[in-house]
């Protein structure tokens, strides 16, 4: 499972792998590198949108000010 999401701007990928989950900064080129952020393992996936307000909330800014998950192609 792999979810996108615009943290404030920043376009972040979690996906599940296993029993873990791993974020990844997605840059402009759509290349990934480790966000290095740790997400609890049983957090479900309709939670992730508000952990990552929650963990990122002091990059907020008047133009970006919210954490909204990116529709895969899948779903359109």
């Known amino acids: 499972m792999l979810c996108r999401f615009n943290v404030f701007g920043r376009i972040i990928a979690v996906e599940r792998v296993g029993e873990a989950w791993t974020a990844y900064l997605v840059g402009n080129e759509g290349k990934r590198r480790p966000a290095g952020l740790a997400i609890p393992s049983d957090l479900a996936p309709a939670e992730l949108s508000q ?3 929650d963990i ?3 990059s907020a800014t ?6 909204f998950e990116i529709p895969s192609a899948q779903n359109r």
């Open 51 to 53: 952990y990552l307000y």
């Open 56 to 58: 990122y909330h002091e």
């Open 62 to 67: 008047p133009t970006n000010g919210d954490v």
